[in-house]
């Protein structure tokens, strides 16, 4: 057996990450489907947005110069020769002197730079306005490319599509949009002890948990989530069921199991698959610790810890930036609402629900045992209590990661 | 045309939930499936977890009174009776003066009630253990129930389920679960100017990209989006397909147009289609006044402004909470760095992104104009500008809606 250093969180990510190396398959997805997929290379914009200078008022397309000097008492008059329809290219040019009657969202016609919105002009007749107030060159207008640059890049790649990318990504019109195959995601529990949720614990016995919760953090993440089910604290048994989990996907998570010895057995497996094999035995992370860190020709294998509590917040720290690698993930801050002690050269991830107090966040620390699976549905997220410190006074601000 | 107040956020959601009341089917769903559903009632614990008491330590269960007093100098000497083998019943019960083997997660032998750690004892003998610092009762043990209580609620009515909660669940040996059918939500863009994605814009035309936001929105907040396309700015038009889609779905959007007068028209289909028909035209908010908010028979009809940008604002305020009434959504704090301007009567809804300065959130505003939806895709959330305040300066806190 090797001896590893026990890792930092952020040392753990960047080992996994060095040795990690899975070619997903890509596929070019109609822009429907695509939310929640991982664009496969860098989008780039194919043209201008808007592609012509647009109206973000409603009122009169002008030429701005027109307008100067004009005021409530001495309005400018213009001669209106027409009115932009929505959709449509406008008729006629403005020549000097000459106003159009424009939408919101409408194209300015040729010779227009500006609209005066209606608040601001006077009905004189059919064919005359008058602006009570001078507007800039470019006033209430969107000019082509203002939105979306041709060539520019959209998403880089990686990059996970929300709603308001997909938004972007019609915009400037890609209806097709080339798309990663989501990460697939083995998981494995162990334990002599486990049972399947549909049956009734012996004495001795608990509910499989961490099948569940690591499923649900799978989709959750963007990944596809495969299950292997229940295996016995046995080294060929595990063997055979990580095997076959390391063939069929992207990365696999074994959590469990708890009793004396299964942890190093766990780690032996893992070694066993193939290199690198195990990286780091062993999180300075608190609930966490026994936490084993491995990369099998390219794929990712995590030994979570067989505590619920613990293994979600292994999963949320490791194997999350694993499976989305492109997230932008902030901390939020928020004032803790009693002392939380902490062991320097150990990072401390407590459960908080979060409340407004006199306008300021407040995080609420939910005490339990790490073994209670209740206090994880209570929180709202994780506050950290940093590696160097011995921990926080209540009234103190922490950052807090947002499940 | 009836005359409408202009409603502040919480007004326009508070008055659309009261008259809107759409009876969704419920159905059972095995646990593996039920992750992002809303439960259909009152889920109950039907058992206490653990049943049984638990070692949350590797180490030796004992009597606690026997180590009352135990120090490294003079240990308490125990007899070792056995080992608890993880998944079964202790073979014996405890009498004083005796130890048993037990692992993290081991079943608590009868008569003993509390865990010395194995760091702290040293092995005497095969048969004897040396306990160097004293347990109190309960010390190093989870009990019956700890965890969860029978018969106690474990998610109230319409909660939506995520992966601590699926996990909390399993662990209650709640196997199949009574969850609500997803709110499906039709969607329907007006304007004359808007064509599909895959359409090329001739001049003065857009794409659609309203049905794609709405759609992404509708699926992240756990509905199934049901598309109508895009229809022309015609009364007859909007009426047929916002009929069909209000027959078909539990909830309807339309977004646009932005053409002069269509904001009316698309308030007087709406008013035809039922009762009690349009509640309010025009919210107190920036970016998204021309909103229009309906219910007819107890299905929300919500008119959004036709601007990208607005759209998704007046989703994100308004409809999020009719899809999913059960989420906690709590605003986190960030320092502004630069002034915003308000009018005082409106809330302001400023597109932030955010980062991390000196260990504090900061809120970077993204400037642009409301239609430009790259701003969209560059923001983390929106900060909050109240209704009666005339703007926040830089380096005030405020508070910051994430998507």
Redesign the interface.
């Known amino acids: 057996m090797r001896l590893f250093q026990v890792r930092t969180v952020e040392e753990a990510v960047t080992v996994l990450r060095r040795y990690a190396n899975v070619a997903r398959p890509s596929r070019v997805c109609p822009?429907?489907e695509a939310?929640g997929l991982a664009v496969a290379r860098d989008i780039l914009a194919p043209e201008d947005?808007?592609?012509?200078d647009?109206s973000?008022m409603?009122g009169f397309a002008v030429r701005a110069s027109d307008t100067f000097g004009a005021s409530e008492g001495l309005p400018a008059y213009l001669e209106v020769v027409g009115e932009?329809?929505?959709?449509?290219?406008?008729a006629t040019a403005l020549s000097p002197g000459q106003a159009c009657r424009i939408?919101?969202?409408?194209?300015l016609p040729a010779g227009a730079d500006a609209v005066v919105m209606v608040e601001h002009t006077e009905t004189v007749d059919e064919r005359t306005v008058g602006v009570t107030r001078p507007v800039a060159p470019g006033e209430n207008t969107?000019r082509r490319g203002?939105?979306?640059r041709a060539g520019e890049v959209?998403?880089a790649a990686g990059h996970r599509l929300?709603?308001?990318?997909?938004?972007?990504?019609?915009?400037a019109?890609?209806?097709e949009v080339p798309v990663l195959a989501p990460p697939r995601v083995g998981i494995i529990t162990t334990?002599?002890?486990?049972v399947p949720?549909?049956q009734?614990?012996?004495?001795?016995?608990?509910?499989?948990?961490?099948?569940?919760?690591n499923?649900?953090?799978v989709?959750?993440c963007g990944g596809v989530p495969v299950?292997y089910g229940i295996v016995r604290?046995d080294f060929d048994a595990l063997y055979t069921a990580a095997s076959r989990a390391l063939a069929e996907t992207d990365m696999v998570v074994v959590s469990g199991?708890?009793?004396?010895g299964t942890r190093d057995m766990t780690a032996r497996v893992i070694d066993a698959l193939g290199e690198p094999g195990v990286l780091f035995h062993g999180l300075a992370v608190r609930p966490g610790k026994p936490t084993i860190g491995a990369v099998v020709a390219g794929k990712p294998v995590i030994g979570l810890p067989?505590?619920?509590v613990s293994a979600?917040v292994v999963f949320d720290l490791i194997v999350r930036p694993l499976i989305n690698p492109g997230e932008?993930r902030?901390?939020?801050?928020a004032r803790v609402s009693r002392q939380l002690r902490s062991a320097p050269g150990r990072e401390d991830y407590v459960r908080v629900r979060?409340?407004?107090e006199n306008?300021?966040?407040v995080a609420e620390p939910i005490l339990g045992?790490?073994?209670?699976?209740?206090t994880?549905?209570r929180?709202?997220g994780l506050a950290v209590i940093s590696l160097d410190s011995g921990g926080v006074e209540a009234g103190e601000c922490v950052?807090v990661l947002?499940?």
């Not at 939408?103 to 194209?107: D, I």
């Not at 009734?200 to 919760?213: F, K, L």
């Not at 045992?369 to 209740?374: D, F, P, Q, Y």
Request: proline share 6%.
């Open positions: 822009l429907a939310l947005v808007p592609g012509f647009r973000t409603d932009v329809r929505m959709g449509e290219a406008p939408a919101t969202g409408g194209m969107v203002d939105d979306i959209l998403f929300r709603p308001q990318d997909v938004g972007l990504l019609a915009a019109g890609v209806a334990g002599d002890e486990i949720v549909e009734t614990p012996g004495p001795g016995q608990v509910r499989d948990v961490n099948s569940y919760t499923a649900g953090l989709a959750a299950r604290d199991g708890s009793s004396v067989g505590h619920p979600m932008r902030l901390a939020v801050r979060l409340r407004r306008g300021e966040l045992k790490s073994g209670l699976i209740a994880m549905a929180a709202d950052d947002l499940f």
